[in-house]
């Protein structure tokens, strides 16, 4: 009897228009080392061997990603106009043009456009620990500072224990027909983890590290830049 092998599938949301940035061209096409901050993750993607193929969900008016080259990253990144106003709604859309080619138990492993320090071994780490995982599940690392919640006016209102808090990050991996019943049915979830949980099952948690950090303000594209160039074996 021949044994199935479940395929693995990247989706890229990356529809978004970055207005934290305070810039005038979204986010994820911002200037990273000479290249948009988008190229960076999907190079590692689409070099990655265990991933079969890389779909990078854009906004239907996207006009950016035309003007430049992607040919480097080969036939196996693939862009879907079908991004939404929402990051679930754009992931759902990417799962939904996808339908044709993923069967119910691949995997999906879904990556923040919005994170250009995604390294081999990030990649590597979660499908190796997720691989017999019945739900799937994501990146994240431990909480390490203190945790202060706000009242109304700014003020600590009281202190909050970090013990057992994680700070989730990208890739989330889950399987395929999983994530689009989970998706289609929680919409208003800022993450794929946070659509499983709320159907009722407990994504693990695969400890990464900090250097996969988030651009999210002007000074975090000075700190991905860094990395990037300090990496061992990256030239600068």
């Known amino acids: 009897m021949q044994t199935f092998h479940p395929r693995h599938f990247a989706i890229v949301p990356a529809a978004g228009s970055g207005s934290r ?11 990273l080392l000479g290249k948009p901050l988008i190229h960076h993750a999907l ?6 061997p265990e991933i079969d193929r890389v779909f990078v969900v854009l906004s239907v008016d996207d006009t950016e990603w ?8 080969g036939d196996k990144l693939v862009p879907l106009f079908c991004g939404g106003a929402t990051r679930a709604d754009s992931v759902l859309g990417g799962l939904r043009a996808i339908a044709g ?4 138990s691949d995997w999906v492993l879904v990556h923040d456009a919005a994170r250009p320090c995604l390294a081999p071994w990030h990649i590597d780490k979660l499908i190796r620990e997720l691989v017999h995982d019945e739900v799937g599940g994501l990146l994240a ?21 970090r013990d057992s808090l994680w700070q989730a990050q990208t890739p989330q991996m889950f399987r395929y027909v999983m994530l689009r019943r989970a998706l289609e049915s929680a919409s208003e979830v800022t993450d794929e983890a946070s659509a499983i949980e709320a ?11 900090a250097t996969n950090l988030k651009v999210t303000y002007p000074l975090d594209l000075h ?4 990395i990037l ?6 030239e600068a």
């Open 21 to 31: 940035m305070g810039a005038n061209l979204p986010k994820q096409y911002l200037p």
């Open 43 to 48: 190079s590692v993607l689409c070099a990655a």
């Open 66 to 73: 035309a003007r430049h080259d992607w040919r480097a990253h």
């Open 101 to 104: 080619e993923a069967s119910p």
């Open 141 to 161: 690392v431990p909480v390490a500072d203190t945790l202060k919640r706000a009242d109304a006016r700014q003020h600590v209102a009281e202190t909050v224990p």
């Open 199 to 209: 159907a009722g099952l407990r994504p693990r948690l695969v400890q990464g590290d």
């Open 223 to 226: 700190l991905a830049e860094w």
């Open 229 to 234: 160039q300090n990496r061992e074996g990256v």
